[in-house]
C-alpha cells in the first residue's frame, strides 16, 4: 500500500476514535499536508508527508511513515508515523 486516505489513516494511528471524527477534523481545517490545509477527508497521504492536526489546544506533527489494513492498539499505531516533536534539541 502506497497510498491511504487521510481520514481513515488519522482513525488507524489513533489520531482520533472514531473515522467519523477525523472526517470532521479534516473538513473544519484542523489538519495540514506538508503545510497547506486540506479540507477533502478522502485525499490520499503518502510515506513522507508531514501531517500538522491541531487538536484540542495542542498540534501535534507527525510525519507518515507507514500504513494499516486494519485499526490496531497503540503499539500498532505507532509504527505508522513519526512524531517530529519528540525529537532532541
Same mark, same amino acid.
Request: hydrophobic share 45%; charged share 30%.
Given at each position: 500500500?502506497? @497510498?491511504? @486516505? +487521510? ?6 494511528? =489513533?489520531?482520533?476514535?472514531? !473515522?467519523?471524527?477525523?472526517?470532521? +477534523?479534516? #473538513? ?8 497547506? !490545509?486540506?479540507?477533502?477527508? *478522502? ?13 484540542? !489546544?495542542?498540534? !501535534?506533527?507527525?510525519?507518515?511513515? *507507514?500504513?494499516? #489494513? =486494519? ?8 509504527? +505508522?508515523?513519526?512524531? +517530529?516533536?519528540?525529537?532532541? #534539541?
Amino acid at each position: 500500500m502506497e @497510498r491511504q @486516505r +487521510l481520514d481513515k489513516w488519522l482513525w488507524h494511528a =489513533r489520531v482520533v476514535k472514531a !473515522r467519523t471524527s477525523a472526517a470532521a +477534523l479534516v #473538513e473544519a481545517g484542523h489538519v495540514r499536508i506538508n503545510g497547506v !490545509r486540506e479540507t477533502a477527508p *478522502g485525499h490520499s497521504v503518502k510515506a513522507g508527508d508531514v501531517l500538522t492536526i491541531g487538536l484540542d !489546544r495542542t498540534v !501535534r506533527v507527525l510525519k507518515v511513515i *507507514g500504513f494499516a #489494513e =486494519r485499526r490496531g492498539d497503540a503499539s500498532a499505531a505507532r509504527v +505508522l508515523y513519526d512524531d +517530529l516533536q519528540d525529537r532532541p #534539541e
